[in-house]
């Protein structure tokens, strides 16, 4: 990758990484109000869960996009980690935090269904 889009993705990166934050930061203080009535409780228990499954993809999220600047650091982004092939630019604008090509992603999310099937 070039150092002009390497800055820029790298730019993204820390957008994105600062957002996250942000937004982990605003869930945090989300306290669900318990209540004696049966029904309002369920339904406080799945907005509870749902707020955890949030905060769960959030920091998932978080975790990618900073090995994604470590890679950079190290010079070794935009490159496939399962077959060594340059990642698709294309990719690489729609998903700065992409650590396979499309093709072995895809691989992937295959493998990910047959074991779930």
Known sequence: MRTKELTKTETTLRQQLNSLGAALESRRCV????????????????????????????????RQVLAAL?????GDYGVCEWCG???????????????????????????EWDQAA
């Open 31 to 62: 306290l669900v109000e318990r209540s004696p009535d049966s029904s309002d409780e369920a339904q406080a228990e799945v907005i509870e869960s749902c707020g955890i499954d949030t905060r769960n993809v959030t920091w998932q999220l978080r």
């Open 70 to 74: 470590q890679r950079i650091k190290s």
């Open 85 to 111: 092939e340059p990642i698709a630019a294309k990719r690489i604008e729609a998903v700065p935090w992409a650590t396979r090509c499309v093709a072995c992603q895809a691989q992937a999310e295959a493998e």
